[in-house]
């Protein structure tokens, strides 16, 4: 018995939410977890951060971009399917406490994580300011859901074509610039939750980044999503996802996470081939 979808919705260019009815999950749940999944037997397992949940309807909602071949096989499934196996809530949640004023920064498909965090220090009596990042207008999404789960709300793209020009950092200095910040917590790519980093060093604001690495089992037994942070080595699954910022080494994980880009692609390239195939019968 798998996991039917019960909500999908494609919020903006290959970026989708979906909502299955998990009750042990929902159950358990909090801001900065996630959860393991295979699209079907023969699937890879693949991470995927808990977006949101409602622990009265039991639902899970998870939210995912569809860059290799699993993420475009679960995208390719349909309200009624069924997704063969979840496994969660994994890892350490987000440690929340009332600091005084948190800022929130995500970038990209980070956003949506984000919500629960920036909901969760809310709730807990902060100042929150959410400030999200993206290339262009047309990847940003969640807009409402995040101005009810701040304090303030800020919105970057690259390009300029909504919001404010620029980065997230760019915002972040502005705020370091003009009030006292606490807290920070970062989650999205790895150059940017290291120039998040390198920006709160300088002014000791405790910081932490949600990381991403190459996850397996989600276990700890693998090592696959080993992150040296400190001098010591963590397993961002049973150790994290956060971990402090300005300890991580972020030079040494980007490269990890390279490893197996080739066979990536040449596995995208096979295998969505002959899922569009199949689509098309």
Same mark, same amino acid.
């Given at each position: #018995? =798998? $996991?039917? @979808? @019960?909500? /999908? !919705?494609e919020l903006c260019t290959n970026q989708y939410e979906i909502r299955? !009815?998990?009750?042990?999950i929902t159950k358990n749940a909090k801001a900065g977890q996630f959860i393991i999944l295979r699209t079907d037997k023969n699937s890879e397992r693949i991470p995927l951060t808990?977006? *949101? $949940? *409602?622990?009265? /309807?039991e639902e899970l909602? #998870?939210?995912?971009?569809a860059v290799g071949y699993t993420t475009k096989k679960l995208a390719s499934l349909e309200v009624g399917d069924e997704i063969e196996d @979840?496994? =969660?809530? +994994?890892g350490v949640p987000t440690h929340i406490e009332k600091y005084g004023t948190v800022v929130c920064l995500a970038g990209g498909y980070g956003a949506a994580p984000c919500y629960l965090i920036a909901k969760a220090f809310k709730d807990a009596g902060n100042k929150v300011y959410m400030i999200m990042g993206a290339r262009n207008k047309d990847l940003i999404f969640w807009e409402d859901k995040m101005k009810e789960a701040c304090t303030e709300l800020y919105i970057t793209t690259d390009d300029g074509t909504y919001g404010r020009k620029g980065f997230v950092t760019n915002v972040l200095e502005e705020i370091i610039g003009r009030e006292k910040i606490d807290y920070a917590i970062a989650v999205g790519p790895m150059p940017m939750m290291r120039a998040c980093a390198e920006m709160t060093r300088p002014h000791k604001i405790k910081t932490e980044a949600s990381m991403n690495p190459i996850m397996v089992d989600g276990t700890g037994m693998c090592g696959a999503c080993r992150v040296t942070v400190g001098g010591k080595v963590k397993f961002a699954c049973v150790d994290g996802? *956060?971990?402090d910022a300005h300890q991580i080494?972020? *030079?040494e994980v980007i490269n990890r996470c390279k490893i197996y880009k080739d066979q990536e692609r040449h596995c995208d390239e096979t295998k969505?081939? +002959? +899922?569009?195939?199949?689509?098309?019968?």
């Open positions: #018995m =798998g $996991y039917e @979808i @019960i909500y /999908k !919705k299955v !009815k998990a009750p042990f808990i977006a *949101d $949940y *409602d622990r009265e /309807k909602t #998870m939210v995912y971009m @979840i496994v =969660g809530p +994994l996802p *956060d971990f080494d972020f *030079d969505c081939n +002959l +899922l569009k195939q199949a689509q098309t019968l």
